[in-house]
């Protein structure tokens, strides 16, 4: 597989959070989902298929009708009734559906919201999904990494490429450091997990560098400190 070719990163061109606003979602195939980008995870064919499909039963779709617009975004499990994404995607929520992996939907609340990061958790009831194993390490440059989401609010897809670099902000408005990865990234990819060859969660997907397609994410440490000092707020509403 050809890798995507690297570009500089130029803060005044990461303008596209990776969020959506469309008019309806596609039930969720669960034979569907991009089981073959393989070779930069640096695994045999099996070992990167169990990782890659192992991360998409834990990423979920997110829909949210808000106050003015109806969004979609991706997320992930991080117990069994918890899900993390991005604050851009929830927005001021008045309703809120999940829909898993095997095409299963859930009505779910925002618990909260961080604002001083591009995050926010979901509380759902009855998932019954694998949960995310968080990594305690940060990302390394040059290391292979997959991007799970559900672009569009469509079906999963799983991109792969590498760790570019960590920035220090501020993008988008956010003064938290950002992981930068050459996986594609696309709108409504926002709030699901970068993972490493292992399948740990290294980092939360929010937004796009340009056209090109680019990816950033918040690292994981981010959003651990902010879990462990209780930085989330419940969100405004409307």
């Not at 991009?34 to 998409?56: G, K």
């Not at 808000?66 to 991005?86: A, K, P, R, Y």
């Not at 927005?91 to 990061?117: H, L």
């Not at 590498?162 to 926002?190: C, K, W, Y």
């Amino acid at each position: 597989m050809t890798r995507r070719r690297r570009l500089p990163l130029l803060l005044a061109a990461v303008s596209l959070a990776a969020g959506a606003c469309v008019p309806a979602a596609p039930p969720i195939d669960p034979d569907a989902g991009a089981l073959d980008a393989l070779e930069p995870l640096d695994l045999d064919e099996l070992q990167a298929a169990a990782v890659l499909r192992a991360a998409r039963e834990l990423t979920v779709r997110i829909r949210v009708l808000g106050c003015e617009q109806l969004g979609t975004g991706s997320g992930f499990v991080l117990d069994d009734e918890l899900i993390v994404t991005n604050r851009h995607v929830v927005g001021e929520p008045r309703d809120v559906e999940i829909s898993t992996w095997d095409g299963r939907t859930f009505d779910a609340r925002v618990d909260g919201i961080a604002r001083d990061a591009d995050l926010a958790v979901i509380r759902v009831v009855g998932l019954d999904l694998p949960v995310a194993t968080v990594r305690d390490t940060p990302a390394v440059i040059g290391e292979p990494v997959a991007v799970i989401g559900y672009p569009g609010g469509g079906g999963s897809t799983i991109t792969t490429g590498v760790v570019l670099g960590r920035t220090d902000g501020p993008i988008l408005g956010e003064q938290v450091p950002a992981i930068r990865v050459d996986a594609q990234v696309l709108p409504g990819n926002s709030g699901g997990p970068l993972i490493d060859a292992e399948g740990q969660v290294i980092g939360v997907i929010f937004a796009l560098t340009g056209p090109d397609g680019d990816g950033l994410a918040v690292p994981v440490d981010v959003l651990v400190d902010r879990l462990e000092r209780q930085g989330f707020t419940p969100p405004s509403g409307c």
